[in-house]
């Protein structure tokens, strides 16, 4: 394995300097610029926070050694955060890239794992897209196949972490963000419950509580380590409410292979999520078979609501900051027109059916303990599926939807879902499956994950940048 818990390990033993491992990411990032996965770079920023940390080994090992990625070179994403220093433009023209703010809580445990940041992902415009080609460029190609998208928002990321640029790397998910650019990426994608993350200082109810911020990584351990270290409020990290021995096969696991009519899987990437249940059943968990008519209203409705909250969203923050909305892509300007024109009733009824939403997914795990089921319905697309350059919204959400059926589904629940590579397809580029869990239970999916990761059906195709190949 090649992930950010080897390289933090190769730099306390010593193996190598945290100085080494940011120079050998800023060197495999300009060997792999034209996959376009990198939007800011600031070279002098990681090496000054590289030797601060080779400084902390020399004269306070002690605490060096309590930060689990102490001296890891990784990148935030352009949205989200804020991190100190980096100054965030969410992928559009109407900010400038200058200043920066204050961390976010969330930042501020970044560093305090060990973290050395050196630059921004490249992230659509205002995150609304399954693809990472904001026009202000670059565009961000997948590293497995650069004619390929990365997915989107957090393609940027994904596209970091595959080609090794990091190990590891800051992503944020409202729509699918996280899970869908893992999955394009051959990646491990945690979207976690709402509120498991720190969402201060300021503690605005940014999106409705649908985005949630953490990684892109490249292994289970990865991403239940930096999981463990970031989540939960001032008072310690969130606790799973019912934690569960799955090494005593005790789990229900539902399981879903249709995705409806309107936007069917391909066979290949069913079979994955086929494969990955019987590997489960193998392990002594109970397969609970589940009908796309328990999933069809939540799924239809979750598309609602992410329409509709990030439209209101965008309107607002485009009125309450008084940008110039004529700079921005076509689409943005028409998602915010959409915000504008939604009624407060109309906005009341989705709120109101995204709490069903919630609903109707707790009794269904009255049955089972966790859910199995597709991420992506296809193939990552081609550079160019998703374009902007045009303002009809539904159409955009129509190709989004189309690409990943179930993505919404737990942003709007609040529910975590997680994604991970169970195998390739004949043009070898990973075959994802989803598992989701009730509110609080990561440590659920993650073991689970954790003993599909060990059937060993998928390899990073490049090294991690500082590790041997």
Known sequence: MSDATDLAAAIRLGSLSAAEAMQTSLERAARHGPLGAIAYLDAAMGLAAAHVCDRERQEAPGEFAARPFAGVPTLAKDL???????????????????????????????????????GLTTSPEFGLSLASEPAIGPVCRNPLDPDRTAGGSSGGAAAAVAAGMVAIAHATDAGGSIRVPAACC??????????AMPGGPSFGNHLAGIASELAVCRSVRDTALIFDRLSGHARGPVADPSPVDTDKGCLRIGLLTDTGPAHPTE???????EDAARALESGGHEIVPLAWAEFEWSVGASGRAFADIVSVNLAALIKAAALDESRAEPLTQAFAARGR???????????????????????LFDRVDCIL??????????????????????????????FAPLACLANISGFPALTLPFGQDQQAMPLPVQLMAPTGHEQQLLSLAARLEAEGRWQHRFPVAGLPS
């Open 267 to 273: 066979g290949d990437r069913l079979a994955a999520v």
């Open 373 to 402: 089921l597709p991420m992506l319905a296809s193939a990552p697309l081609a550079i160019g599926s998703f374009p902007s350059d045009h303002a009809d919204t539904d159409l955009h959400l129509e190709r989004m939807t189309a």
């Open 341 to 363: 024109a939604l009624s407060a009733t109309m906005l009341w009824n989705t709120l109101n059916d995204a709490v069903l939403v919630s609903h109707r997914l707790w009794a």
């Open 80 to 118: 989200g955060g804020p991190f100190r220093g980096l100054p965030v433009t969410a992928g559009s023209r109407l900010f400038e890239r200058k200043g920066g703010e204050a961390d976010s809580d969330l930042a501020s445990r970044f560093r305090d794992a060990g973290f050395c940041l050196f």
């Open 186 to 195: 051959g990646l491990v994608g945690l979207k976690p419950t709402r509120g």
